[in-house]
């Protein structure tokens, strides 16, 4: 089945500041990568998402990219504010059949005033 | 916010014991799945359904059951609760039409004693 892994782990980055959350997949047939936001003790809620037809979409201050040959993708936060401060999940699924997602394990940012 | 609700939202039970989580959505749709989740471990696929009665199995199955009878309603049984299953469990919704993008509910935090 799918392998999704992230790094780093934890990110600290000060106030206006970019930040990078990495992820790879092993499945060539994922074609689907959404980015979950989890603030503590809240849902994981979807920020943006990325099909494997394009390789960047952006939405405000946040971008994707991906890159199929190498089979990773990432996700950037520019400007960050400390409201950016949660755990990032990367995910991946084939967009057909059972569409179960493969979440990688994680990304603490926090964002220093 | 996608209409989905947990219940209960907090539960403290005893190893051995049998515990019934239920997810309630009012979006009327198709895929529902249940995942849990643990520090260092992203969130892991429990079981999933495609339909009333139409269910299969996740990445971490085994000594969890589940039931589809109606659209709306999907319920995950522990029959015999260890402590390794103390975890926070969200149940997640998605669209037939539209693509995997999954909503999840505010999770069940569940501790075994």
């Known amino acids: 089945g799918e392998n999704v892994e992230q790094h780093p782990s934890t990110l600290s980055v000060q106030e206006g500041d970019s930040a990078v959350i990495k992820c790879t997949y092993s499945?060539?047939?994922?074609?689907?990568f959404p980015w979950y936001k989890q603030e503590l003790g809240k849902r994981p809620q979807l920020i943006i998402d990325?099909?494997?037809?394009?390789g960047e979409k952006k939405d405000q201050r946040i971008a994707v990219t991906l890159n199929k040959t190498a089979k990773h993708f990432s996700l950037h936060i520019t400007e960050t504010q400390p409201e950016d401060s949660a755990v990032y999940f990367c995910a991946a699924s084939i967009s057909t059949g059972r569409r179960a997602l493969t979440f990688g394990s994680g990304t603490r940012l926090q964002v220093q005033p | 916010d996608a209409g989905i609700t947990q219940s209960p939202r907090h539960k403290v039970t005893e190893t051995g014991t049998p515990v019934t989580l239920r997810c309630h959505q009012t979006e009327n749709h198709r895929y529902m799945y249940w995942y849990r989740q643990d520090p260092g471990h992203g969130l892991r696929l429990i079981h999933y359904s495609y339909g009333v009665k139409d269910t299969d199995k996740g990445e971490v199955s085994d000594g969890y059951s589940v039931s589809r009878s109606k659209t709306e309603d999907f319920l995950l049984t522990l029959e015999s609760a260890t402590s390794s299953q103390t975890s926070v469990y969200f149940c997640?919704?998605?669209?037939?039409?539209?693509?995997?993008?999954?909503?999840f509910g505010d999770g069940t935090r569940l501790s075994i004693l």
């Open positions: 997640a919704i998605s669209e037939s039409l539209v693509g995997p993008a999954q909503h």
């Open positions: 499945d060539s047939a994922s074609n689907y």
């Open positions: 990325i099909r494997s037809n394009v």
